[in-house]
């Protein structure tokens, strides 16, 4: 199984991204995805998750990010997506996604995450 995340770069303050997490061996829509990010000197922090397609295909976001970040699937593409609007200088991190591959996981899910793929740095200049 392997995971990646890709899609980080820099941009402006109030920028956008879209973040893609694509994955071999492992079908996504069997699981819940979820994103992270750990900013330099910080600790690693939850951003968002979203079900698994068997589940109720529910969303999250932290409250700091809601209205701002919004995740998605796309279950032809095995890819979940996050997409950074009104992107600010405090969300430079590399982002992660990962799953706890349990099989019909809802989100946030109270296991812990059993696969992480390879970040993606997002800079946000002021």
């Known amino acids: 199984v392997q995971l990646q995340a890709y899609g980080g770069g820099v941009v402006q303050s109030g920028g956008f991204l879209r973040l893609s997490c694509a994955a071999s061996?492992?079908?996504?829509?069997?699981?819940?995805i979820h994103w992270f990010r750990q900013a330099p000197g910080k600790e690693r922090e939850g951003v968002s998750c979203?079900?698994?397609?068997?589940?109720?295909?529910?969303?999250y976001v932290v409250d700091s990010m809601k209205g701002r970040f919004t995740v998605s699937r796309d279950n032809d593409k095995n890819t979940v997506y996050l997409q950074m609007n009104s992107l600010e200088p405090e969300d430079t991190a590399v982002y992660y996604c990962?799953?706890?591959?349990?099989?019909?996981?809802?989100?946030?899910?109270?296991?812990?995450?059993?696969?992480w793929g390879k970040g993606t740095q997002v800079t946000v200049s002021s």
């Open positions: 990962a799953t706890d591959s349990v099989l019909g996981s809802g989100c946030p899910s109270p296991h812990g995450m059993r696969y």
């Open positions: 061996g492992i079908t996504l829509r069997y699981y819940a």
């Open positions: 979203i079900s698994s397609s068997d589940s109720d295909g529910s969303t």
